[in-house]
């Protein structure tokens, strides 16, 4: 076994485990800092597949603002639905049994594919992945306008965000 | 070395323990994590197909940025309608909210 796959199976363990604890942890503040440790997992992947940016895009907006806001959103609901006996719904079973077929025909899937072992490619010295992405981002030819939309889209939504939760009764 | 394979069932389990979250879940906000671990599953599979397949093109890296925006709207429309809902409701449940239930 080579420190390459030791690292990997390492990281995999951290990044199931935690994810596990979330979906499991009947505290949800307790579920809600698993959740941190598995997205930092997947950082740590995004860094172990040479994609640097991805991986500090991962830590600002992930840990740093989409967890804070969860954390905001379970102290604003406080004592609803904790300290009851339990977190999970009626048919959890069910809920349990599907995602294990779910996980099943997608190995069974993936593994009738014949690139299904592919091994990683040489990057050349002269390829830069993050002057690539910045420069994809922002060209006519390539992603500028998917790029633009994404980001009209994250201002209407958190434009909308702010008038779903205005509280009428303060005027 | 590292496969693609490992990279590929990593993801699958992870989308599984997330869809797990989404349909076992009571609490709303507990939904929420477990999208947010389906879409980073997703995000996985996109990185590491990048990197295997094509590393010369830089679409995979360019499409999970546009994952991270998504995400990002979709989660701050999401607390802002659970609290709203506990505004009026005063619940989070998913169960208990059934005012559209036909």
Redesign the interface.
């Given at each position: 076994m080579t420190s390459q796959q030791f690292i990997f199976i390492i990281l995999a363990a951290i990044t199931l485990g935690s994810a596990v604890m979330v979906v499991t942890a009947r505290n949800l503040v307790h579920a809600a800092l698993w959740l941190i440790a598995a997205l930092f997992g997947v950082a740590c992947l995004f860094v172990a597949l040479d994609a640097g940016f991805l991986a500090v895009a991962q830590v600002i907006i992930y840990i740093g603002a989409i967890s804070i806001l969860i954390i905001f959103a379970i102290m604003l609901t406080r004592g609803v639905g904790q300290g009851t006996s339990t977190q999970t719904n009626a048919n959890w079973g069910w809920g349990a049994l599907l995602a294990v077929v779910f996980f099943g025909g997608l190995v069974w899937l993936l593994s009738l594919w014949s690139g299904f072992t592919t091994q990683k490619p040489e990057i050349g010295r002269a390829f830069d992945p993050l002057r690539q992405l910045g420069q994809a981002l922002v060209s006519p030819n390539a992603y500028v306008i998917p790029f633009e939309v994404a980001s009209v889209l994250l201002l209407a939504a958190l434009i909308g965000a702010i008038i779903v939760a205005w509280d009428r009764r303060l005027k | 070395?590292?496969?693609?394979?490992?990279?590929?069932?990593?993801a699958?389990?992870?989308?599984?323990?997330?869809?797990?979250?989404?349909?076992?879940?009571?609490?709303a906000?507990?939904i929420?994590?477990?999208i947010?671990?389906m879409l980073?599953a997703v995000?996985?599979n996109l990185?590491?197909f990048?990197?295997?397949?094509t590393?010369?093109l830089?679409?995979g890296?360019?499409f999970?940025?546009?994952v991270?925006?998504?995400?990002?709207?979709?989660?701050?429309?999401g607390?802002?309608?659970?609290?709203?809902i506990?505004?009026r409701r005063?619940?989070?449940?998913?169960?208990d909210i059934d005012l559209l239930k036909f």
């Open positions: - | 070395m590292v496969p693609l394979s490992w990279y590929l069932l990593l699958a389990a992870l989308f599984s323990v997330g869809l797990y979250g989404v349909l076992a879940r009571k609490n906000i507990a929420l994590m477990g947010e671990l980073n995000n996985v990185v590491a990048w990197r295997y397949r590393p010369e830089i679409a890296q360019a999970a940025v546009i991270f925006a998504t995400a990002a709207a979709e989660v701050a429309v607390l802002a309608l659970i609290i709203s506990y505004r005063n619940t989070v449940v998913a169960e």
